[in-house]
């Protein structure tokens, strides 16, 4: 009986959430919607500052796309000045098109997005040389800890073999 | 006797000290003293001037009678050489033999062979000279309990008309093994002299009568006769007849010697009725008590036999023989119908019968003529295999086996074939006197049969033998007769350079058990292999409560001797530091001898057992670090997993990190742009 109840408790909290979600879709939408001619400046200097972006997600053959997703935060960061610019002169195309056909801007979105990628070339290989060069020093010293180890016990501290009562006892 | 008189203005320090208070002079022998049991040298008491002692030195590898040394100098009797001291001399040769010290007699040997004639006494110089203080000193053998087993002529210091004569010593050999057949009764001269045994007082008084009647007659009358003849005439005549035969004696002494030479040992004169017989009380002389008779004779290897007693002698030299009148019943019917003596035929089919019953196929005729020859001839002694020895005796023998290196086992077959305890059975009025005897060899049959360390025919030896020291290989050079002498002879022994590999062996054991009450369990550890640490620790354990309980304080070449046992015993310990620092401290602990604490270093439990729990943890750990190298090893052989797996995911948060800076500063830039204008 009680399994019942908390079976059916379980399956309206399902139905709930799914409800909660939907609703959650349909909110943005309406938002989206309503708002949408109020952000499109925003919105086409965001996409169009992201093209290296794009390209990077085009060129990058990691499935886990490390390297989209660092080129991407990096040519987010810079194209945040432009979209800043384009609050406080007002949300007008005009403005965006006044970013856009400035070729310094592109240099800092572009520039910015360069240092991303350049970030996902130099440093995995440094933190794997760090890393390397750490774990050598490791070795070195637990090598040194089995000698020892050896040295205090004997030889057949480094086997599995059963200690021998019939000797040691 | 030039050396008496050399003896008083000798150099003190030449002595060789010996028991409680006296020394011996090797360089002064008296050749005319040797004893039994060994030469025979001048002796004094350490501070006495004169040199009034003589000492036997028992070196001639025979048993002392240990076991009457106390009853013996408790005996104070001008007709008897008192026993001063006794103990363990150490002689200029390197061995060590033990020593008896004796009064000087005061005359030589009456005489010096028992063939020797003399002039014919008087009765009354007899009566006066030597009967009456040969009787004051069996009365004072019965009052101690000692049995001389050494009365005869060559043994009495007598000189006629020169004061009493003195008994000379009787302790430096096994009981009996000096004394000619002709004084021993009949049943102890059928014994090898090795094998007599301890007797009875009644055994003295015969020695005394056969003494007592060849002084009477002037001659030995069985002169020209060896022991077997002796003992063959004996048989035939009776003693009695065979020493006095037709001569006329004075009835006094007829009627002494006649008590004193009855076969029978239950009907023989003892000292009290001698001390009867002195004050004048007349008893009634025994009868030569010659076997029974058989009406018609039996046909035994070639001779007719008309008694049981020659008959059973010939039947244990003839053993094939014996079988066959005993299997074909002729030996049964002989003794029903010619001998009647249905006693001794009973006794012979329980005899068969027993043996066949215990299913033994070992020595079977052997074992049945034996047992034949015990129910015609009770009172003899056991006849097994060549060897005939009293119950008694069986003790000396095997001890004598074991010390010359002889074959002891039809020894050790008379014990675990109840050879005794049938012979006890047998025994008529004795029996009851007989029980403990069989009662002990019952016991000696369990320990014989054990083959454990300490048990078997060297067990036996020193149960039996209660006074004998141990006769190990090891320690015999140093006459080891109690627990407390074993360690100090262990010792000297251990700065030898020829020790031996091990400090013991069945022997020592053996006399350990019996002497020191020691567990048996112990002793099985030592027999462990050389590469086993039981083997060092049971050795320390034994050793260290022997020095607590009996000293000495400090024992360093015994330690030293252990050392390589020991070594295998610190092998134990897993940590090479701890084995080198205990190693250290063992070698210390040595040097000074305390075995206690040398087996504190050893045997430490809680030390072992902490070692074992620490080795088992460094065996972890040094898994894990191994499984830890491998891991490392993996990484620096494949460098691309950790730019992919740890470099790739490093740059995406720097990147990240630095975006959201530049997100800021952009915020700034702005916010400073308004604020400017």
Same mark, same amino acid.
């Given at each position: ?23 959650? !879709? #349909? ?5 989206? *919607?309503?708002?949408?001619? &109020?952000?499109? @400046?925003?919105? /086409?200097?965001? %996409? ?59 240099? !800092? #979105? ?5 240092? *991303?990628?350049?970030?996902? &070339?130099?440093? @995995?290989?440094? /933190?794997?040389? %760090? ?39 | ?677």
């Amino acid at each position: 009986m009680a399994d019942k109840e908390t079976k059916s408790d379980a399956a309206a909290d399902g139905g709930k959430k799914k409800r909660n979600k939907g609703g959650g !879709v #349909i909110l943005f939408m309406i938002m989206f *919607g309503l708002s949408f001619w &109020f952000i499109f @400046p925003t919105l /086409v200097l965001f %996409l169009v500052g992201l093209s290296p972006t794009f390209i990077a997600f085009l060129i990058d053959n990691d499935r886990q796309k490390f390297a989209t997703v660092a080129v991407a935060s990096m040519n987010a960061a810079g194209i945040t000045p432009f979209m800043i610019d384009l609050w406080t002169k007002g949300q007008t195309m005009e403005t965006v098109f006044q970013i856009l056909r400035e070729p310094l801007n592109w240099l !800092v #979105i572009a520039g910015a997005a360069g240092i *991303g990628q350049l970030i996902v &070339f130099a440093v @995995p290989q440094a /933190v794997a040389s %760090l890393k390397l060069a750490h774990a050598e020093s490791r070795l070195k010293i637990l090598k040194a800890n089995l000698e020892s180890l050896k040295d205090i016990w004997g030889p057949d501290v480094g086997t599995t073999k059963p200690i021998d009562r019939g000797g040691k006892q | 006797m030039a050396a008496q008189d050399v003896v008083p203005t000798l150099a003190f320090g030449t002595g060789l000290p010996f028991g409680t208070r006296t020394e011996m002079f090797p360089v002064l022998p008296f050749p005319d003293l040797q004893a039994p049991g060994g030469a025979a040298f001048a002796a004094q008491s350490k501070g006495d001037t004169s040199p009034g002692l003589v000492a036997v030195l028992c070196n001639k590898g025979l048993p002392p009678r240990a076991d009457s040394l106390t009853a013996m100098r408790n005996i104070d009797h001008p007709s008897v050489l008192r026993l001063m001291d006794n103990g363990v001399v150490d002689w200029p040769d390197g061995v060590r033999y033990f020593a008896l010290a004796y009064q000087r007699p005061l005359s030589p040997r009456f005489k010096q062979t028992i063939n020797e004639p003399h002039q014919l006494l008087s009765e009354d110089i007899i009566n006066h000279s030597f009967v009456t203080p040969m009787i004051g000193a069996l009365l004072e053998f019965l009052r101690t309990g000692v049995v001389h087993h050494g009365i005869r002529p060559t043994n009495i210091f007598w000189r006629i008309g020169a004061g009493a004569p003195q008994l000379g010593e009787c302790l430096s050999a096994p009981p009996g093994l000096g004394q000619p057949a002709l004084f021993e009764t009949l049943e102890r001269a059928m014994s090898t002299p090795m094998g007599r045994g301890t007797g009875v007082h009644a055994d003295d008084c015969y020695a005394f009568g056969v003494t007592l009647a060849l002084l009477v007659l002037g001659h030995n009358p069985m002169k020209d006769m060896d022991e077997r003849g002796v003992i063959q005439t004996k048989i035939e005549r009776g003693t009695f007849g065979a020493l006095i035969g037709n001569t006329r004696l004075s009835p006094t002494q007829s009627e002494l010697l006649r008590g004193l030479l009855v076969d029978d040992a239950r009907q023989r004169w003892t000292a009290a009725e001698l001390e009867q017989w002195l004050g004048g009380r007349r008893l009634t002389p025994k009868n030569t008590d010659v076997g029974r008779r058989a009406s018609r004779s039996i046909e035994f290897a070639g001779k007719e036999y008309t008694q049981a007693r020659p008959l059973a002698t010939a039947m244990a030299g003839e053993i094939t023989q014996a079988m066959r009148i005993i299997e074909n019943g002729i030996l049964d019917k002989w003794l029903r119908r010619a001998l009647g003596d249905e006693i001794s035929a009973e006794n012979l089919v329980d005899a068969v019968a027993s043996l066949k019953e215990s299913g033994k196929t070992a020595h079977y005729d052997d074992q049945l003529v034996a047992r034949a020859c015990i129910a015609l001839d009770p009172s003899a002694p056991i006849r097994y295999r060549g060897i005939s020895v009293a119950p008694g005796g069986i003790a000396t023998l095997i001890a004598e086996a074991l010390m010359t290196g002889s074959d002891v086992q039809a020894l050790g077959e008379i014990i675990s074939t109840q050879l005794v305890t049938f012979w006890v059975n047998m025994q008529k009025d004795l029996k009851t006197d007989m029980v403990p005897l069989g009662q002990q060899f019952e016991r000696m049959k369990a320990l014989i049969e054990k083959t454990s360390f300490g048990s078997g025919i060297e067990r036996v030896l020193y149960e039996l033998n209660p006074g004998l020291q141990c006769i190990s290989p090891i320690v015999r050079t140093q006459y080891v007769i109690t627990p407390k002498a074993m360690l100090p002879a262990l010792e000297r022994i251990a700065a030898t350079p020829n020790r031996p590999p091990e400090p013991m062996d069945r022997h020592m054991a053996a006399f350990l058990i019996v002497r020191d009450r020691r567990s048996e369990v112990l002793f099985d550890a030592m027999t462990a292999s050389e590469a086993s640490p039981r083997k060092g620790v049971a050795f320390l354990t034994l050793f260290s409560e022997m020095q607590y309980k009996h000293g000495p304080d400090s024992l360093p070449y015994l330690a030293q001797w252990l050392l390589p046992f020991l070594e295998v015993s610190l092998r134990r310990y897993f940590s090479k530091a701890l084995r080198e620092k205990l190693q250290k401290q063992v070698r210390d602990t040595a040097s000074r001898g305390d075995l206690g604490v040398l087996l504190r270093c050893v045997d430490d439990f809680q030390m072992v057992e902490r070692d074992q729990q620490e080795y088992l943890a460094a065996r972890l750990l040094y898994l894990n670090i191994l499984k830890e190298i491998t891991g490392i090893e993996g990484s620096l052989a494949n460098r691309g997993n950790v730019v992919q797996n740890e470099g790739k995911p490093a740059a995406v948060s720097f990147s990240g990190y630095l975006a959201i800076i530049m997100v800021f500063a952009a915020i700034l830039r702005a916010v400073w742009q308004n604020l400017q204008g």
